[in-house]
Antibody, heavy 121, light 110 residues
Framework: HLQLQESGPGLVKSSETLSLTCTVS??????????WAWIRQPPGKGLEWIGS???????YYNTSLKSRVTISVDTSKNQFSLNLSSVTAADTAVYFC?????????????WGQGTLVSVSS | QSALTQPASVSGSPGQSITISCTGT?????????VSWYQHHPGKAPKLIIY???KRPSGVSNRFSGSKSGNTASLTISGLQAEDEADYYC??????????FGGGTRLTVL
């Protein structure tokens, strides 16, 4: 049974970089055709797709965040990571990692429970 | 890409049916047959309940069904049960390797 678990600091200072890791268990992050994603939910708001990555390292990002986002993968640890630079209070959110369905355009079938990251001034 | 529009809340009594709408544009919902729906109990992992507009993943109750007309997708839950009380989100592929979500709908089972 596939499981995803987010980890990282719960508090980040404004203008600094938010860094989170998603650890995948019960399956390989290198499985063919599966992409992996980061999604967030600001308090009281809906979900926002941040970006996605393939185990090869090929990644694509939400246009609105592209200048500040980097997603990377570490197949040896079965993990993928999110870096979001120059954060502001607007980046306060619960951050989820998820796996894309096959085909990738169809959505997300497994999710982590999410981790709250607050940005302080 | 703009967020998809969902009603903030819906409610129904046990045994009844409810429908949640999800309105997008001709650039997302109206173009691609790729709307998915998620059930989210706060504090837990969101659960996929509908994908590709109408398909149910294995293990999801057939009380959940999806449909679409034009730029609006809908999720119907029949035979409401107490455990259906949760937040529901729609999502659509928006082209150019982008996905857009709705603002979420809080379902209350009275």
């Amino acid at each position: 049974h596939l499981q995803l678990q987010e980890s990282g600091p719960g508090l980040v200072k404004s203008s600094e970089t938010l860094s989170l890791t998603c650890t995948v268990s019960g399956g390989s992050i290198s499985s063919t055709n599966y992409y992996w994603a980061w999604i967030r939910q600001p308090p009281g708001k809906g979900l926002e797709w941040i970006g996605s990555i393939y185990y090869s390292g090929s990644a694509y990002y939400n246009t609105s965040l592209k200048s500040r986002v980097t997603i990377s993968v570490d197949t040896s640890k079965n993990q993928f990571s999110l870096n979001l630079s120059s954060v502001t209070a607007a980046d306060t959110a619960v951050y989820f990692c998820a796996r894309h369905i096959i085909p990738v355009r169809s959505g997300f079938d497994y999710w982590g429970q999410g981790t709250l990251v607050s940005v302080s001034s | 890409q703009s967020a998809l529009t969902q009603p903030a809340s819906v409610s129904g009594s046990p045994g009844q049916s409810i429908t949640i709408s999800c309105t997008g544009t001709s650039s997302d919902v109206g173009t691609y047959d790729l709307v998915s729906w998620y059930q989210h109990h706060p504090g837990k992992a969101p659960k996929l309940i509908i994908y590709e507009d109408t398909k149910r993943p294995s293990g999801v109750s057939n009380r959940f069904s999806g449909s679409k007309s034009g730029n609006t997708a809908s999720l119907t839950i029949s035979g409401l049960q107490a455990e259906d009380e949760a937040d529901y989100y729609c999502c659509s592929y928006a082209g150019n390797r982008h996905w857009v979500f709705g603002g979420g709908t809080r379902l209350t089972v009275l």
